[in-house]
């Protein structure tokens, strides 16, 4: 029998976290949607969790893998099985709000989208606080140009799978799934997702929680910034399997730039640490292309001044790890100087 929604959840040893996942799910004021579970080899008591809930809720259906490949093709399973006329994917260690699939449903199915995105808190799993987290209004999304979305990754929850909605006509006549070999499987769902629509909404309704510092989370044991390079190169099969390769090459490579400079200026290197990372991508992008294309439109100020400063140091092989890391303490500064608390 059809239903409306699936909701598909991945799971893999998340026992303490999983009650509150599953009860958010249960008590939702929305009902006509199922539960697609997929236990991803867990070794904790994740499995008896959910036959336990599923007992009392017909609407659960469980796939248990025989073997552990990740949450990219834990969803792939839960893809494959669905019924509902909409997707929507929730972590197991988040919860949401009770009036979640309403409001999402509502959205995507009265104005026939193909994705709708709402917004989300941010619960410190150590603090045990629950934060607003600082973003770019959905006023301000639904009305810049598609292209600005895709290097959106720091301003906003564009790039998470989560908070939102996606009609499964859509995934699939767009054959969008999530990619088994690399770390970013959720920028890439994305990224392809939004290449591939022209009707996308988004909304500040904050109806999902999700939990960060999570120990042993796949977000905290990550930590090999390579992967990046495997990122790079499969978004640009993306656009060259779309056919849209020449239209958004100028928005790519401001992409790569973006997320490259970022982790540099921000993340904890040692200085031959980020001396490697940096000559890395010279090596692999600093090219005539890049050069050609490299542009500063439509960016935020921000933005802009990284970019420049990014795009100068690729220029004369100078690690942009030092300079990034100058300016931003001076700005943050200035700021200060400027605004005092």
């Known amino acids: 029998m059809n239903v409306k929604v699936s909701v598909i959840i991945p799971v893999y040893n998340v026992e303490n976290y999983l009650r509150q996942c599953l009860d958010s799910i249960v008590g ?5 949607f199922e539960i697609i579970v997929v236990n991803d080899c867990s070794t904790d008591n994740s499995c008896s969790i959910l036959e336990e809930y599923a007992k009392k809720d017909d609407r659960f259906i469980i796939i248990n893998l025989s073997e552990n490949k990740g949450q990219g093709n834990a969803r792939n399973q839960g893809l494959n099985i669905a019924k509902g006329k909409y997707i929507t994917f929730i972590d197991s260690d ?13 959205e995507i199915n009265e104005n026939n ?22 973003e770019a209004s959905a006023d301000f999304l639904n009305n810049i140009k598609k292209e600005r979305l895709l290097v959106l990754d720091k301003d906003s929850f564009v790039v998470t799978v989560w908070a939102k909605i996606y009609g499964k006509n859509f995934l699939n006549d767009n054959e969008i799934r999530f990619r088994l070999d690399n770390y970013h499987e959720d920028n890439l769902f994305i990224f392809e997702t939004i290449i591939n629509t022209n009707k996308i909404k988004f909304t500040d309704n904050k ?7 999570r120990a042993n989370s796949s977000m ?15 978004l640009k099969k993306i656009l060259i399997k779309c056919g849209k390769y020449e239209q958004y090459k100028k928005v790519y490579y401001q992409y790569i730039s973006i997320i490259t400079s970022t982790r540099l200026e921000f993340l904890n290197l040692k200085f031959s640490e980020s001396a490697l990372y940096f000559d890395k991508f010279r090596k692999l992008y600093y090219t005539k292309e890049f050069v050609k294309n490299f542009s500063v439109k439509n960016m935020g100020i921000n933005f802009k001044v990284r970019l420049i400063l990014f795009y100068m140091c690729l220029k004369f092989n100078i690690n942009y790890a030092v300079v990034g890391k100058f300016c931003s303490f001076s700005l943050r500064n200035a700021i200060k100087i400027l605004h005092p608390q």
């Open 207 to 213: 109806i999902y929680f999700y939990r960060n510092n």
């Open 220 to 234: 905290s044991i990550i930590n090999k910034e390579f992967t990046y390079f495997s990122l790079f190169s499969e």
């Open 28 to 32: 939702q004021t929305f009902k006509d």
């Open 94 to 106: 988040d919860w949401v709000a009770p009036d979640y699939i309403e409001l999402l449903y509502n």
């Open 113 to 134: 989208l193909d994705v709708v995105c709402a917004s989300a808190f941010l619960y410190d799993n150590i603090t045990k606080k629950i934060t607003d987290r600082k």
